[in-house]
Nanobody, 120 residues
Framework: QVQLVESGGGLVQTGGSLGLSCAAS????????MGWYRQAPGKQRELVAT???????NYADSVKGRFAISRDNAKNTVYLQMNSLKPEDTYVYYC??????????????WGQGTQVTVSS
């Protein structure tokens, strides 16, 4: 089994910064894509940013230029630095990883979610 443990998040004022981190552990052969998604109550989960094992990144238009995703492959950890935060960035943020648990088998895993609240 694979676990994703998130840390960070919390309450910040508009214009402030927060950092999230997520460490994967367990039966990991390798990790392909890692990333962050976010979800509001009653809404669909939406992409924030992803990063491949080779470092290729992808961002939602709404966060480009403000958020930065990075990862440490040796630690199986992904990070999200969030700057210039706005009230509309208030969501529960979920870590995601596509993990190769066997040479020919990949599975998707999710963290437990961490609340980010931006006050106006």
């Amino acid at each position: 089994q694979v676990q994703l443990v998130e840390s960070g998040g919390g309450l910040v004022q508009t214009g402030g910064s927060l950092g999230l981190s997520c460490a994967a552990s367990g039966s990991i052969f390798s990790i392909n894509t890692m990333g962050w998604y976010r979800q509001a109550p009653g809404k669909q989960r939406e992409l924030v940013a992803t990063i491949t094992s080779g470092g290729t990144t992808n961002y939602a238009d709404s966060v480009k230029g403000r958020f930065a995703i990075s990862r440490d492959n040796a630690k199986n950890t992904v990070y999200l630095q969030m700057n210039s935060l706005k009230p509309e960035d208030t969501y529960v943020y979920y870590c995601y990883a596509r993990v190769r648990i066997h040479p020919i088998l990949e599975k998707d895993y999710w963290g437990q979610g961490t609340q980010v609240t931006v006050s106006s």
